[in-house]
């Protein structure tokens, strides 16, 4: 299985945790369908409800699953590539009981999920709400059955993913956007770092991990290339995406430039070479993406060291 995510040992578990479920359900397809049915490879990345959409092709048969207990309200959706619409239900209710136990045996507590829907996704368009909203941990996997191979994918909402890898038997909640700036509201500024992301995808998280800092995001235009002479002695973040290599480049002219300067690396798909090059590069901080917004603060603090600390108050 490839890896392309995750250098925390919760999101290692995670990968861990959904490429057994996948194998749970390739295990229930072939206990339904009579015809041997094996799993290949692995791929995990983290979407946005629409952009899961776009991620999965033309056409894909979902089954989607409802969870129960502390999960109830979230789902699970188990993605097939060539299925027959017409014997969806039974290969969902199959999947979903076969991922059901699983979980149990991993959280100590039937959480689900049921059967619930199914239907067709095409061209992107999701008229029955089988994916919905928020932020997603989507697993894609090679299915090999009936002498074809086909595409096999679940869909997990990223907090119910989280908490499943290590053991919880509640999922991770998020704080509002409301009750987030106000547990803000008195952390002071200590300075500002300048992010360079290649897209929207870790806005949010990258913004609030500054904030609890107490960095201040400086969020550049994507198509802007950073002058080193504008950086001494101060905080820079670059995303380096899928076939960005040149921002490993921006990150060595800068530490080049000015050694004090402090560059903090988030690589997607983070692959042994891709570590290296980052190494090679210079840089202060190396992370992976997806990555915890707690971990992405533990690795930035350190670049702060020279930042005056907040006058504590009387």
Known sequence: MTNQALNSDLASKLVEQLDDLARAVAES???????????????????????????????FAVARGSLQGGFAGRGVAVILGGAEPEKLEELGTAACSAIQ???????????????????????????????????????????????????????????????????????????????????????????????????????????????????????????????????????????????????FDWCKRLKEYDAACKVALVVREPSRQRVVQGFLSKADVIVGWPLEEDELMSRLEPMMADLPEPEKSE
């Open 101 to 247: 136990k699983r979980l149990e045996a991993t959280t100590g507590t039937n959480i689900g999920p049921g059967f619930e829907s199914s239907g067709v996704i095409k061209d992107g368009q999701d008229p029955n709400g089988l994916i919905g909203d928020g932020i997603y941990a989507l697993f894609r996997a090679t299915l090999k059955h009936d002498g074809a191979e086909k595409d096999l994918a679940l869909a997990v909402d990223r907090g119910s993913a989280e908490a499943w890898a290590a053991g919880e038997s509640e999922p991770r909640k998020t704080v509002s956007a409301a009750a987030f700036s106000e547990m803000l509201a008195n952390v002071p500024t200590r300075g500002t770092i300048a992010c360079y992301l290649s897209d929207s995808e870790p806005y949010e998280l990258v913004r609030r991990a500054c904030r609890r800092l107490g960095l201040d995001l400086d969020n550049r235009p994507e198509a802007e290339v950073p002058n080193p002479a504008a950086y001494r002695g101060k905080l820079v973040l670059i995303d380096v995406p899928i076939r960005g290599e040149r921002r």
């Open 29 to 59: 397809i072939h206990a339904t369908t009579g015809s041997e049915a094996t799993l290949e490879g692995g791929q995990l990345t983290t979407h946005k409800g629409p952009d899961v959409l776009r991620a999965l092709g033309d056409e």
